[in-house]
T-cell receptor, first 115, second 117 residues
Framework: AQSVAQPEDQVNVAEGNPLTVKCTYSVSGNPYLFWYVQYPNRGLQFLLKYITGDNLVKGSYGFEAEFNKSQTSFHLKKPSALVSDSALYFC?????????????FGTGTRLTVIP | KAGVTQTPRYLIKTRGQQVTLSCSPISGHRSVSWYQQTPGQGLQFLFEYFSETQRNKGNFPGRFSGRQFSNSRSEMNVSTLELGDSALYLC????????????????FGEGSRLTVL
């Protein structure tokens, strides 16, 4: 079975500092991994994905994520945090058993960027 | 290009009633997925429709059902509502193909927030 874990419910970072939101995964076979962001009272927005290729994936709004197979991790990073980055972040993995769009989401990490 | 539109945005029902939620996907998208979001359970996959056929189904009781029309619009229905059905129901559309570029890239609507009293 596929699953992802986000070990931190809350991450606080000062504006201008680098940020990291952690995600580890458990899959059988090749993982398809994703990051989504949710702003208050809004739906989720796609940030980036890892399917194959380079371990460092670049996405929207200056975010990037590093796929690490040996550590089964897919941490989300940004070099310099903005107050507007404050939101709920979800890591997800594709269910390779049943099809392309059945995603298993983590429990979410609330990022707060402090001015 | 218009985004994913969900209606209604908010609704209140009582236990035992039934509810129908609607989702209009992005033009050209043939896949529509539904997710339930609650504080306790997080985001859970309900089902996915592609070209009017249910392609995948999550682990929800039969009270939860859906359908997709020829124009790719989708509806989901919950019958005999329970208090635990209170949630944000999110619809997501995608091209639905199996190419690497389209896999997993979902476009979500803002959701329909259901409160069951």
């Amino acid at each position: 079975a596929q699953s992802v874990a986000q070990p931190e419910d809350q991450v606080n970072v000062a504006e201008g500092n680098p940020l990291t939101v952690k995600c580890t995964y458990s899959v059988s076979g090749n993982p398809y991994l994703f990051w989504y962001v949710q702003y208050p009272n809004r739906g989720l927005q796609f940030l980036l994905k890892y399917i194959t290729g380079d371990n460092l994936v670049k996405g929207s709004y200056g975010f990037e994520a590093e796929f690490n197979k040996s550590q089964t991790s897919f941490h989300l990073k940004k070099p310099s945090a903005l107050v507007s980055d404050s939101a709920l972040y979800f890591c997800a993995v594709r269910d390779i058993q049943t099809g392309a769009n059945n995603l298993f989401f983590g429990t979410g990490t609330r990022l707060t960027v402090i001015p | 290009k218009a985004g994913v539109t969900q209606t209604p945005r908010y609704l209140i029902k009582t236990r035992g009633q039934q509810v129908t939620l609607s989702c209009s996907p992005i033009s050209g998208h043939r896949s529509v997925s539904w997710y339930q979001q609650t504080p306790g359970q997080g985001l859970q996959f309900l089902f996915e429709y592609f070209s009017e056929t249910q392609r995948n189904k999550g682990n929800f009781p039969g009270r939860f059902s859906g359908r997709q029309f020829s124009n790719s619009r989708s509806e989901m229905n919950v019958s005999t509502l329970e208090l635990g059905d209170s949630a944000l129901y999110l619809c997501a559309s995608s091209l639905g193909g199996a190419t690497l570029s389209s896999i997993g890239e979902l476009f979500f609507g803002e959701g329909s927030r259901l409160t069951v009293l």
